[in-house]
């Protein structure tokens, strides 16, 4: 017998479980039978795949239609062309065997066949396939001679049982309602799996459940045998949705309990109270502000100051719009901690949005941000600035202000994070855009607190997260969200030009944007490239590049020499990327602020925090290039003055295809959050919060952040009753192995690097 914790070569023996574990990493009991299958095989059905990635290793179950020989075109020799028909598509595949194969993958029989996906044109096709024949109309679930099993092994072994002497399968191993079809390789097919899960399942011990009763009988979910046994061989269609919901909630459960443990682990730690006093820094500031905040403003500013009054530290996420005016509420929350003695850190996740945070604070602030200076504010407090591009002078400087305590704000990227930099009594760490940072980042900026305090946390992100994630990522975080713009701020109007097949409007977003300036106003050109990889270390351009999976895209360095020698020859035009030395990207930066830019030709580092009011037109190249988040964020560059922003989304793509019309969607709505569910529609999951998330959505196997909103909700309000119940979890040792696992797994990588 076996359990879950028994290693696969004792229970397969090593040459079954060695592919396992050098291709999926698969190496006990319980890593195979968390292999779930990715869907199923109905009994006499085709399966077939909607345009799969090229190069991705499918399995379908199709019917023959033709199988012709043919004589190679390079070389002596023929190869067997198939044409196969899966759910109503016609798919070619082409086998090197053809007089081994001739007389068994022949018209009418059904089969599975699995390989990787190759492009010629507009259809996919397989290469040499590996498969398996189930037999045709004829003889459907008849004993079909075996066939050898292209890419390696014979039939023998689909299951215990299965081959008899003379080498003919018993093919009632597919004769079942459900068969599960399962991610794979050449090397380990989808009936590899099946095989060896079969083979598990038969030895299997019951497992032992680590969900109380009781949870499980409040919300009707089966017991984990049940779920494990019944979600890779279901005999009915309520067997498989009944094994996959408590597996999901498993899923989702998990993730939870490691979400309000570090909730319950917040509210034993200690930090400064900085409750709001009447005659401080912050009334000061309140009392200058040339506009009136508004009334979401107000209300968040009253939840972050609420946090900061309490013994316990705050962990606050900021969600806001695009423009909706973060920065100035996350200002007012630090000039309260100064208040009480304290002092303030910013982070940033680039050199240019540290900078600009500078400014406009330091501008927001006036003669309030002179401390230590003739002529300032009794009340001043003075804001510094540290980078890893500034000057020796210039860092040293910082590092003493920030040790002495005399900047009561210190801005800065991960430099900030360093060892030598330290703090008089740093009470409060605010973090922008926070899926740029990872939870080691963030600790390590806390750490820096005096004594055995904790910092109060406010996390700020202009990127919209839907609610789903927002409970499966950042739950231990209370959220407060700014959806309304600040008074006289219209909406941004956005438009997409299809260059190949309306040149002529190209030339016309070009006038737009020297109409603009005309008129006294600015505009950025993004593209999504700074050029060749070549060009930093020899100098050279080259107008374009052509990418492994799409048209050419246009480079912001050869844009620029466009623009200048051409529509824009007679306008100021400035180029800003992150190539460029601190000191340039600090200039360049500041002259476009000041008005001595009109057009600014970047890349993305303006992506996020970048604030020049007068700017009221962006154009982005290769539109499609970008992701609906990135987009909207882009677009929240302009129209933050009093005149009406314009963005303008220039791509080469046919008008006909998809990502068009993402790009469509992108421009028929300033609603970010309702582009966060079109971003999470489209991407895959684990992208949703940084690019390099992209490979651990592995953590999530069966759960979906679209489809699983009730399982999630459900889960969490689970979580915390059972910390509520029992912080130490002493008397649910289950439910802590649950969350011991997830700490494990690659599912805290999902949830917190980036």
């Not at 401080?280 to 009253?302: K, S």
């Not at 006036?366 to 500034?390: C, F, I």
């Amino acid at each position: 017998m076996a359990t879950l914790v028994d290693r696969l070569d004792h229970v397969l023996g090593v040459a079954a479980a060695t592919p396992l574990a050098d291709t999926f990493g698969i190496r006990t009991v319980e890593d195979l039978l968390r292999h779930y299958p990715h869907r199923y095989m109905t009994h006499g059905s085709e399966l077939g795949e909607t345009e799969p990635p090229e190069g991705e290793h499918i399995t379908i179950v199709a019917t023959v239609e033709s199988a012709t020989l043919r004589s190679m075109k390079n070389r002596n020799g023929q190869f067997l062309a198939v044409t196969l028909a899966a759910d109503g598509q016609r798919i070619e595949a082409t086998f090197f065997s053809p007089h081994k194969l001739k007389h068994v993958v022949v018209p009418g029989r059904r089969g599975m066949f699995s390989g990787k996906v190759k492009y010629f044109g507009k259809r996919w096709n397989l290469t040499h396939p590996s498969y398996v024949i189930l037999g045709g109309d004829d003889n459907d679930g008849a004993v079909v001679p075996a066939g050898r099993i292209v890419g390696g092994g014979t039939l023998a072994g689909l299951a215990r049982g299965a081959v008899d002497a003379s080498g003919s399968v018993d093919m009632s191993v597919f004769d079942r309602a459900f068969v599960p079809i399962y991610a794979a390789t050449k090397d380990v097919e989808s009936w590899t799996f099946m095989r060896c899960v079969r083979q598990v399942l038969d030895q299997l011990d019951d497992v032992t459940d680590p969900l109380p009763e009781s949870v499980r009988r409040e919300r009707g979910l089966v017991d984990i045998d049940t779920a494990l046994r019944s979600v890779h061989f279901p005999n009915t269609a309520q067997d498989k949705d009944s094994a996959r919901e408590r597996l999901k909630f498993d899923e989702a459960l998990a993730v939870q309990l490691v979400l309000a443990d570090r909730r319950r682990d917040a509210s034993t730690r200690v930090a400064a109270r900085c409750p709001p006093i009447t005659d401080g820094i912050a009334v000061e500031f309140d009392r200058r502000l040339p506009f009136e905040l508004t009334a979401g403003q107000h209300d968040v500013a009253a939840e972050i100051a609420n946090d900061l009054s309490a013994p316990h530290p705050m962990s606050r996420l900021l969600q806001g719009e695009v423009g909706s005016g973060k920065t100035i509420v996350a200002l007012r929350a630090m000039l309260q901690v100064i208040d009480a003695g304290h002092q303030c850190a910013l982070l940033a996740p680039t050199e240019v949005l540290a900078s600009q945070h500078a400014r406009s604070i330091r501008s927001m602030l006036g003669s309030l941000a002179a401390g230590g200076e003739l002529g300032s504010h009794e009340l001043a407090t003075k804001v510094a600035l540290l980078t890893g591009s500034m000057s020796t002078a210039a860092k040293r400087s910082a590092l003493l202000d920030a040790v002495t305590g005399d900047a009561g704000i210190v801005i800065g990227t991960h430099a900030l994070i360093e060892d030598r930099v330290e703090f008089l009594d740093l009470a409060m760490v605010v973090v922008d855009e926070q899926h740029r940072f990872g939870v080691e980042q963030r600790d390590a900026l806390r750490a820096k607190a005096r004594g055995n305090t904790s910092p109060h946390l406010l996390v700020m992100t202009a990127t919209p997260i839907p609610r789903t994630i927002a409970m499966s990522t950042l739950g231990d975080l209370e959220t407060s969200v700014l959806t309304e713009l600040p008074r006289g701020r219209s909406p941004i109007i956005s438009n997409v030009v299809p260059a190949r097949a309306k040149p002529t409007w190209v030339d016309r977003a070009w006038q737009r944007i020297r109409e603009e300036v005309a008129a006294g106003r600015q505009a950025y050109v993004v593209c999504s490239r700074i050029g060749d990889g070549d060009d930093a270390e020899t100098g050279k351009k080259k107008t374009a590049s052509k990418s492994d999976d799409g048209p050419e895209t246009t480079a912001a360095v050869d844009m620029y020499d466009t623009l200048v020698a051409g529509p824009m020859h007679d306008l100021r035009v400035g180029l800003l990327h992150g190539r460029l030395s601190g000191d340039d990207k600090d200039i360049t930066m500041s002259e476009f602020n000041t008005g001595e830019i009109d057009v600014l030709v970047c890349t993305t580092v303006v992506e996020v925090g970048v604030d020049v009011p007068n700017a009221t037109v962006m154009v982005i190249m290769d539109a499609d290039r970008f992701g609906v988040s990135q987009l909207h964020q882009l677009r929240g560059r302009i129209g933050r003055g009093g005149h009406q922003g314009l963005c303008i989304m220039i791509s080469y793509l046919s008008p006909m295809g998809g990502s068009f019309a993402r790009l469509e969607a992108v421009a028929a709505t300033n609603d970010g959050f309702e582009l966060a569910k079109l971003d999470l529609a489209t991407r895959r999951e684990g992208d949703v919060l940084g690019a390099a998330q992209s490979g651990t959505v592995s953590g999530l196997r069966l759960l979906s952040f679209i489809d699983d909103e009730d399982i999630i909700a459900d889960a969490q309000d689970c979580a915390r009753t059972l910390f509520a119940r029992d912080p130490s979890l002493a008397n649910d040792p289950g439910i802590a192995s649950m969350m011991r696992s997830a700490w494990r797994s690659d599912r805290v990588d999902y949830l917190q690097k980036s």
